[in-house]
């Protein structure tokens, strides 16, 4: 068999790369190859020494192959990242590096900001300079394949195409009707560079963009800039790249390489990013672009492989990293020849590049901003609308269905080219369908677009673009970058590069009188039209002008030339150098005469017969240009073609909607949902008070009614607008009692007393159920049986009842409805008792009705007549009085009211009454006292009706006199009147004892629930000098002023203490403004630590927010997710910091033993450490505002982020990373992240903790406000984990938090080690109103002070919750005493866990004891002269300050208080009698009279009720006899009713004229404390003395 040169060499070249060719020693001896064994020759084109002409013109071969040279392994590799390529400036050409200026910088400020502000829109100038009509062949008849290789090129050595992070928008506007129906205001977007972040401050350091790659043809887009990427890519067996399963094709990229991922446009319409698995894995991210670009990828890629089987074959001993490595050097320095000894010359239209004159290390290789944003661009107009296909056999291929994803399908068919812009980013498609042979034999054999201004619409429109804009202008951006990159103008760029300045648009291409340019006059008049000015044209505009036939003009020419020569002097790895050591000069030469057709023909199945030999130029003569020329192919045009697709857009947040609104819905409901469980629990919990208090109450009910007839199963009807209710009905005591369900309350009574007769009403149709009692004078009792039998039983047994008390029935039958109508119910009777009183008093009190107290204006007469018919019984007389049926004074007062003896009370008698309290005289309403107690209707009153008279005086308060102080009342004020002797009085004679008292009565009345007594009506009024507070207090002052006129004993000084200082009104000078301010003065002055504290506090919590908004809203390295969200980030950053600060200082107040501990030092002169817990409350609401303020922060900003495209994302975001396909909505950020899904988790529980904080949780539901507030931990641990995601910023909320964090656990390990302890009660006892006494021992080395508080635990109920309250021992006592009212569930329990009858003889449980804790009420010997309230259960801080006055006292401790005034304000004197003992040892004990105390009962009826007045009297002249209380036995003053603190307070400051600050310590109900406080404030405003208030509430 015959061969012939070209056959030979490729069967040879075949035998490296298949085994499978039977290529013959004889057949390598003929052709003159070298083989080293029987298999292996090396063919021609790499033995021929550069010096000689390896043909004659014959078939045969004259050169002969030279020894290889010995395996040399010091031998030093090219690096990947271009790192000390030049060992003098490692940096240069490294990769990363700033690109390099020619030109100065022209920023608009000189730093950063683009420049060309005042320039042309570039859309516009894109439209005006760049249309036009494809088609046009290259004038030097360039092929697509120069075109194609020149992109390759520019990816090998400049990357610069990554945006800024954080990115920063310099969008494009849009001209009107650029885009039809395009929203206003729509913008093109653009995004700038990604720069060196050090520069860009100032004129000094301009901005610097960076070239992410090597200006080296390296390899780069082979393997990679960096060894991580290229090991990436390898098989790592024989030297190999990695290879795909589905042929000779790069591995896919199932590892998840960076590569670049845009969205296709073609596919646009479905608004999808595609997985980057899809693409071949290759060293230059955007090697899938498009399928000719991914053509030399593949190309490539198969080179090196060849070159490692062919080192693989010849050199068994080599490792893999040696084949690789040597294939590598191989393959890139024949890459190296190509681009600038081939296709350089090619693309600029050179005769041939200047020599090589040797490494130059002066040289800097970097990539210029010019040729980078404008010069290199000038490819762009040889792009052509697509690339045809053809085979070996001159087939042009035509498309099909599979040849791209264009979304017509019928469209897309029967073309010979495909489509440029259809193939963005989906190559595989057109490559996979015939490899690549058929498209390199294409571009080899299409003449590319004609050297001129007209850019194909493929890219000028037509290029690939985001998901929110698919479709975008890249002359536009081409212009765009060129600003951003701070371009000079045209002219100006020409000047310093020496080539001179444009005189005018026409000298630019030397328009009409160059026969060399394509470029139309008409365009240069357009540019002029649009710039107006020669020295205003963007260096890409001008340069792209300058286009001549030769290719790139002057301009652009002498960039492109300067740039690669500069690339080859200053790589000292170029392979022409020969120091390097990479190659002999044979290997040089060899190199040399590489070309790319030899590459193709290597590594493909292309021989050389199929295509030319000057790839990068087609003419006639080469491989199938005959048939190209004659189908018309040599060139195509966009016409000849599918259409590009549309421009579609996108929004970001699509998808993102519902689970935004599902989410942020959520949380509120979440919110919702705690407060209305919080309300049903608390709701719950008093509904399981009322249960055992009802339970207990039907046990009592049980126990009194267990000789009582009971009937159940039955129901009360109430009024056709009521549901039946299940009633209890019991027949006994003379009366007929109805109960709620299970005895829980009383319903209805019929008293029988003084019933003569009922009537009886039965239903005789709808199963004769009901049955109705009428009775005169009272509302009806209608009752539904279950059947009529129960019925006719109950009525039966009614029947007996009735007839042993001797009362008639009377029964009658009727329909039901009869029945139902003619009822009169509670609710009926209630509306006419309401007419009843308001038309009495209203009669007595000359009083006009009020209308809007009646149902109409005007009354009818049948309503007038009910009024005045209408009569009480004794049951709604006691119920008007507020008292009980039995009491004395009712009876007494119902029977002489009642003067005609019916039983009841008519209109007429009760009008009587009350006109005499209303207009009666003195003596009137004596003489109406007198015959109340006038039991027997004797005109008398006999010493025994005058001591029940003061008794049913305090029935209604729950009040008790002992028998011998009324014995001894009663008996000194009948001696005092002159009737010692006397045992009855008659009216004359309780006229003289009640004589000195009679003034007393002009003022009084009766209070009758229902009435409206109007006061400066009833009573008279004072003389217009005297305010009301002064009234009342000359009220107690007249109670007492008689007191001094006693005799002198050991009291009298603690006597005259006792009263009050009478007081007149103050005329003050100052003005309502000067008082303001002097209240303002007396509150800063009382408060000026904790103002300035406070001030401090919140100038810290500002200056942190204002902090960290001021950084991300300034500093730079935050600027892109503050352009994307707004100032809202700042806020929210801002916020977010508040928060770690307040949420950390917050466990500082809640240090009770620190703060105990430092209160006691010199410290506490300077911190208001007894503010703690309120400190705590505005820490915990500062945290609060700015939690709510951050989470509506991030809801905006999540909103913000969800609707920005990924890459911008990914680039903000840093830590979390996601696949480019992979597009994040909104859940992504909230659920998928650390810091979103931990988010949620804060504000679920920061929700429970703050809604079960509030007052109306600890209120109604203590243990839930426990429970939730210890979920501090969880919050705590979620903040912790909320900042480890890294979102925006590293986290540093341990800077804030480990300080307090270490105090507040070492404070709590202290009280761990007193709970620890368990102590033994020596004592407990009930005490009246609800009250647990507990004594117990005092641990070891328990130090405390009077009025400091612990908290107690009791092991035996079962769990561990702590709770306050204040120590009522004293600290010389050897035991420790607490007094705990029952008032919620655990207090509850407690009582009921130390009732006797529950112990059963048991020892008691023990106690676990955390404190002692300090307040300010420990501090009341630090003034003057102290007043401490107490209310309720509140005296117990008290009861303890007490009993040390007492101890300090008795040992003649020095006390530098002068004055203690001591009120207590209880409902009744049986309340907290405890306290009693402690106060009576206090006045037996207090020599010098430093203690006065003073008792307010409040459950005594109004100030001039008659009953109060009269116990007013006694009490006084109680007093004055016995020197003590007639109530408590104290000697201390006891009043009746509330206190009036303003006018207290005023006196306690008359009488101390010498005290500059008085201290106010109150503690009770917050209701009491806020009228203390207000007192304080309201007397602040006058004279020199200030008051200092202390409180707490429970």
């Given at each position: 068999m015959l061969y012939n040169r070209d056959l030979v060499i490729i069967l040879c070249i075949g035998l490296l790369w298949n085994p499978t060719y039977a290529v013959t020693q004889d057949i390598c001896n003929k052709y003159q190859f070298q083989c080293v064994n029987e298999q292996d020759c090396i063919p021609w084109m790499w033995k021929c020494d550069g010096n000689e002409d390896c043909s004659d013109g014959s078939d045969e071969i004259k050169c002969s192959h030279p020894e290889p040279k010995q395996e040399n392994f010091n031998t030093e590799y090219p690096g990947y990242d271009g790192w000390y390529n030049n060992p003098t400036n490692p940096n240069w050409g490294a990769a990363d590096m700033p690109l390099r200026r020619l030109v100065p910088p022209a920023y608009s400020d000189g730093s950063y900001k683009p420049s060309g502000h005042n320039r042309a829109s570039p859309l516009e100038l894109s439209e005006a300079i760049m249309k036009g009509e494809t088609g046009h062949r290259s004038f030097l008849n360039r092929t697509v394949l120069m075109t194609f290789f020149g992109q390759q090129v520019v990816e090998e050595i400049l990357d610069a195409q990554r945006p800024g992070c954080p990115p920063e928008y310099f969008n494009i506007p849009l001209p009107e009707g650029h885009?039809?129906?395009?929203?206003?205001?729509?913008?093109?977007?653009?995004?700038?560079?990604?720069?060196?972040?050090?520069?860009?401050?100032?004129?000094n350091s301009p901005r610097q963009q960076l070239n992410e790659v090597t200006p080296y043809l390296d390899g780069g887009l082979i393997y990679g800039t960096s060894k991580a990427w290229a090991d990436a890519l390898r098989e790592f067996h024989g030297g190999r790249l990695s290879r795909s399963h589905r042929g000779n094709y790069p591995h896919e990229n199932d590892i998840g390489l960076p590569m670049a991922n845009p969205p296709p446009p073609a596919?646009?319409?479905?608004?999808?990013?595609?997985?980057?698995?899809?693409?071949?894995?290759?060293?230059?991210?955007?090697?899938?672009?498009?399928?000719?670009?991914?053509?030399?990828?593949?190309?490539?890629?198969?080179?090196?492989?060849?070159?490692?089987?062919?080192?693989?074959?010849r050199q068994p001993g080599w490792n893999d990293e040696k084949i690789y490595n040597e294939a590598r050097k191989w393959t890139i320095a024949i890459y190296q020849n190509i681009v600038l000894y081939e296709w350089l010359p090619a693309f600029l239209n050179l005769q041939e590049t200047p020599s090589y004159s040797g490494y130059n290390q002066h040289v800097h290789p970097g990539i210029s901003h010019v040729f980078q944003s404008a010069a290199m661009r000038f490819g762009h107009t040889l792009v052509p609308p697509g690339v045809i296909r053809r085979t070996t056999q001159c087939e042009y291929i035509k498309t099909t269905v599979h040849s791209s994803y264009h979304p017509n399908k019928d469209a897309k068919s029967g073309h010979h080219g495909?489509?440029?812009?259809?193939?963005?980013?989906?190559?595989?498609?057109?490559?996979?369908?015939?490899?690549?042979?058929?498209?390199?034999?294409?571009?080899?054999?299409?003449?590319?677009?004609?050297?001129?201004?007209?850019?194909?619409?493929?890219?000028?429109?037509?290029?690939?673009?985001?998901?929110?804009?698919?479709?975008r202008d890249l002359m536009a951006l081409n212009i765009q970058r060129g600003r951003d990159h701070g371009l000079p103008d045209y002219n100006t760029i020409r000047d310093y590069l020496g080539l001179g300045r444009k005189e005018s648009f026409e000298d630019i291409n030397n328009v009409g009188n160059n026969s060399k340019s394509a470029i139309d006059k008409n365009i240069i008049r357009r540019l002029k039209n649009i710039s107006g000015n020669i020295d205003n044209i963007d260096v890409w505009v001008g340069g792209l002008l300058e286009t001549t036939s030769d290719g790139p003009g002057e301009l652009f020419h002498h960039v492109i030339?300067?740039?690669?020569?500069?690339?080859?002097?200053?790589?000292?790895?170029?392979?022409?150098?020969?120091?390097?050591?990479?190659?002999?000069?044979?290997?040089?030469?060899?190199?040399?005469?590489?070309?790319?057709?030899?590459?193709?023909?290597?590594?493909?199945?292309?021989?050389?017969?199929?295509?030319?030999?000057?790839?990068?130029?087609?003419?006639?003569?080469?491989?199938?240009?005959?048939?190209?020329?004659?189908?018309?192919?040599?060139?195509?045009?966009?016409?000849?073609?599918?259409?590009?697709?549309?421009?579609?857009?996108?929004?970001?947040?699509?998808?993102?909607?519902?689970?935004?609104?599902?989410?942020?819905?959520?949380?509120?409901?979440?919110?919702?949902?705690?407060?209305?469980?919080?309300?049903?629990?608390?709701?719950?919990?008093?509904?399981?008070?009322?249960?055992?208090?009802?339970?207990?109450?039907?046990?009592?009910?049980?126990?009194?009614?267990?000789?009582?007839?009971?009937?159940?199963?039955?129901?009360?009807?109430?009024?056709?607008?009521?549901?039946?209710?299940?009633?209890?009905?019991?027949?006994?005591?003379?009366?007929?009692?109805?109960?709620?369900?299970?005895?829980?309350e009383k319903r209805h009574v019929i008293n029988l007393n003084n019933t003569k007769k009922l009537s009886f009403y039965i239903t005789v149709d709808q199963g004769c159920r009901y049955f109705r009692v009428k009775m005169e004078k009272e509302y009806d009792l209608v009752l539904m049986f279950s059947s009529r039998v129960s019925r006719q039983k109950f009525i039966g047994d009614m029947e007996g009842f009735l007839g042993s008390l001797k009362i008639m029935i009377k029964t009658k039958e009727l329909t039901h409805d009869m029945m139902l109508f003619g009822s009169i119910t509670k609710q009926q009777r209630?509306?006419?008792?309401?007419?009843?009183?308001?038309?009495?008093?209203?009669?007595?009190?000359?009083?006009?009705?009020?209308?809007?107290?009646?149902?109409?204006?005007?009354?009818?007469?049948?309503?007038?007549?009910?009024?005045?018919?209408?009569?009480?019984?004794?049951?709604?007389?006691?119920?008007?009085?507020?008292?009980?049926?039995?009491?004395?004074?009712?009876?007494?007062?119902?029977?002489?009211?009642?003067?005609?003896?019916?039983?009841?009370?008519?209109?007429?008698?009760?009008?009587?009454?009350?006109?005499?309290?209303?207009?009666?005289?003195?003596?009137?309403?004596?003489?109406?006292?007198?015959?109340?107690?006038?039991?027997?209707?004797?005109?008398?009153?006999?010493?025994?009706?005058?001591?029940?008279?003061?008794?049913?005086?305090?029935?209604?308060?729950?009040?008790?006199?002992?028998?011998?102080?009324?014995?001894?009342?009663?008996?000194?004020?009948?001696?005092?009147?002159?009737?010692?002797?006397?045992?009855?009085?008659?009216?004359?004679?309780?006229?003289?004892?009640?004589?000195?008292?009679?003034?007393?009565?002009?003022?009084?009345?009766?209070?009758?629930?229902?009435?409206?007594?109007?006061?400066?009506?009833?009573?008279?009024?004072?003389?217009?000098?005297?305010?009301?507070?002064?009234?009342?207090?000359?009220?107690?002052?007249?109670?007492?002023?008689?007191?001094?006129?006693?005799?002198?004993?050991?009291y009298r000084r603690t006597l005259k203490d006792l009263r009050y200082v009478k007081t007149v009104n103050a005329k003050y000078s100052r003005t309502s403004f000067e008082r303001r301010i002097l209240a303002t003065t007396r509150f800063i002055e009382n408060n000026r630590l904790r103002i300035f504290h406070l001030v401090l506090y919140f100038l810290v919590l500002f200056g942190i927010f204002a902090e960290r908004a001021y950084y991300f809203t300034i500093e730079r390295e935050h600027a892109g997710l503050r352009q994307i969200a707004g100032y809202g980030v700042s806020i929210t950053r801002g916020a977010a910091s508040a928060m770690l600060f307040t949420f950390s200082i917050i466990l500082l107040t809640m240090c009770r033993n620190l703060l105990t501990k430092l209160r006691q030092t010199f410290l506490n002169r300077f911190i208001p450490f007894d503010s703690a817990l309120a400190f705590h409350k505005i820490v915990a609401f500062s945290a609060l505002f700015f939690t709510i303020i951050h989470c509506i922060g991030h809801a905006l900003n999540f909103y913000h982020i969800s609707t920005q495209p990924a890459d911008d994302l990914l680039c903000l975001f840093r830590d979390y990373f996601h696949r480019s396909h992979e597009l994040p909505k909104f859940q992504y950020w909230l659920y998928n992240t650390i810091t979103g899904f931990t988010g949620v988790l804060l504000v679920i529980v920061t929700a429970i903790i703050f809604i079960f904080s509030s007052q109306y949780a600890r209120k109604n539901s203590f243990n839930l406000f426990w429970i939730t507030h210890n979920l501090y931990i969880i919050l705590y641990i979620l903040m912790m984990l909320h900042g480890t995601g890294q979102l925006v910023q590293r986290p540093f909320f341990h800077l804030f938090f480990v300080g307090p964090a270490v105090v507040f656990i070492f404070d709590k390990l202290v009280s761990v080690s007193k709970k620890k302890v368990t102590l033994i009660v020596k004592r407990a006892e009930l005490l009246p109103s609800n009250v647990t006494f507990l004594e117990f021992q005092r641990p070891s080395h328990f130090e405390y002070k009077s009025g400091q508080w612990v908290r107690l635990s009791c092991p035996g109920m079962g769990n561990t919750e702590y709770h306050p309250f204040t120590l009522t021992s004293a600290p010389h006592e050897d035991t420790l005493t607490v007094h705990v009212r029952a008032v919620g569930p655990w207090t509850t329990k407690l009582y009921h866990l130390f009732d006797p009858i529950n112990l059963k003889g048991l020892s008691y449980p023990k106690i676990c004891l955390d404190g002692p804790f300090g307040e300010g009420h420990q501090d009341w010997y630090q003034f003057d002269v102290a007043v401490l309230i107490g209310g309720g259960i509140g005296v117990t801080p008290y009861a303890s300050i007490l009993k040390d006055i007492i101890s300090k006292t008795n040992s003649n401790s020095r006390i530098s208080c002068k004055k203690v005034y001591f009120i207590w304000v209880t409902r009744t004197q049986k309340h907290f009698e405890w306290l009693t003992d402690i106060i009576r040892e206090v006045e037996d004990n207090d020599k010098t009279g430093l203690v006065c105390v003073h008792l307010f009962i409040t459950q005594f009826y109004q100030k001039f009720d008659l009953r109060t007045t009269m116990l007013y009297i006694c009490e006084r002249h109680f007093q004055k006899i016995s020197n003590r209380s007639l109530f408590t036995g104290l000697r201390s003053i006891t009043h009746f009713g509330r206190p009036h603190f303003t006018s207290f307070l005023n006196s306690v400051q008359k009488h101390h004229p010498d005290v500059k600050r008085f201290g106010v310590f109150s503690c009770g109900p917050p209701g009491m404390t806020h009228n203390v406080e207000t007192a304080c404030s309201e007397l602040n405003k006058y004279g020199t003395a200030g008051f200092v208030h202390h409180y707490e509430n429970f």
């Open positions: 885009i039809p129906n395009a929203p206003k205001d729509f913008q093109m977007p653009f995004l700038r560079t990604r720069y060196d972040m050090n520069t860009g401050y100032s004129p596919e646009a319409h479905n608004h999808t990013l595609r997985n980057a698995e899809r693409f071949f894995k290759l060293g230059n991210p955007r090697g899938n672009e498009n399928p000719f670009l991914l053509t030399f990828g593949i190309l490539l890629f198969r080179y090196h492989n060849y070159w490692a089987d062919y080192f693989a074959a495909i489509r440029t812009c259809n193939s963005y980013w989906n190559p595989q498609v057109t490559i996979l369908e015939h490899d690549i042979e058929p498209i390199l034999l294409g571009m080899a054999s299409q003449i590319t677009e004609r050297e001129d201004n007209i850019i194909t619409e493929d890219l000028r429109g037509m290029v690939f673009g985001p998901l929110e804009f698919s479709r030339l300067d740039q690669f020569l500069r690339i080859r002097d200053g790589d000292r790895f170029w392979f022409e150098n020969i120091n390097n050591g990479l190659f002999t000069r044979h290997n040089i030469t060899t190199i040399r005469n590489t070309f790319l057709k030899d590459v193709v023909v290597a590594a493909t199945d292309i021989t050389n017969d199929d295509i030319q030999y000057d790839v990068f130029h087609y003419n006639k003569g080469d491989p199938c240009y005959d048939v190209g020329e004659a189908m018309d192919l040599l060139i195509i045009n966009s016409t000849s073609m599918e259409e590009c697709t549309k421009i579609h857009t996108f929004d970001y947040f699509t998808g993102s909607e519902i689970a935004y609104l599902v989410s942020f819905g959520a949380i509120l409901l979440w919110i919702f949902a705690c407060v209305l469980l919080l309300i049903i629990l608390s709701k719950a919990t008093r509904w399981w008070k009322m249960k055992e208090q009802k339970r207990r109450a039907v046990q009592q009910s049980m126990e009194h009614i267990s000789n009582i007839l009971t009937y159940t199963g039955v129901k009360e009807w109430r009024g056709f607008d009521a549901p039946c209710i299940s009633v209890i009905v019991a027949l006994g005591a003379k009366a007929i009692t109805v109960y709620g369900k299970d005895f829980n209630q509306k006419t008792l309401e007419r009843f009183f308001r038309t009495a008093f209203a009669h007595a009190l000359s009083q006009d009705l009020d209308p809007s107290d009646m149902d109409t204006v005007c009354w009818s007469a049948e309503i007038a007549q009910e009024v005045l018919g209408c009569r009480l019984t004794k049951q709604e007389f006691a119920e008007a009085l507020s008292m009980q049926p039995k009491s004395l004074f009712v009876e007494q007062m119902f029977e002489v009211v009642d003067k005609e003896n019916f039983g009841t009370i008519s209109f007429r008698d009760l009008l009587d009454m009350l006109i005499i309290f209303a207009k009666g005289s003195p003596e009137d309403k004596l003489r109406l006292m007198f015959d109340v107690y006038d039991i027997g209707r004797t005109g008398t009153l006999s010493r025994e009706e005058f001591k029940a008279m003061l008794k049913s005086m305090l029935e209604g308060m729950s009040g008790t006199i002992e028998q011998d102080s009324v014995e001894e009342l009663i008996d000194s004020m009948f001696e005092k009147a002159g009737f010692k002797e006397k045992d009855n009085l008659n009216f004359r004679n309780f006229l003289k004892l009640m004589g000195e008292h009679k003034k007393h009565f002009d003022r009084v009345y009766i209070g009758v629930a229902g009435g409206n007594y109007r006061e400066e009506k009833v009573i008279p009024a004072y003389p217009a000098t005297k305010g009301g507070s002064l009234r009342r207090a000359e009220t107690l002052i007249r109670a007492y002023k008689q007191i001094e006129g006693k005799k002198e004993n050991k």
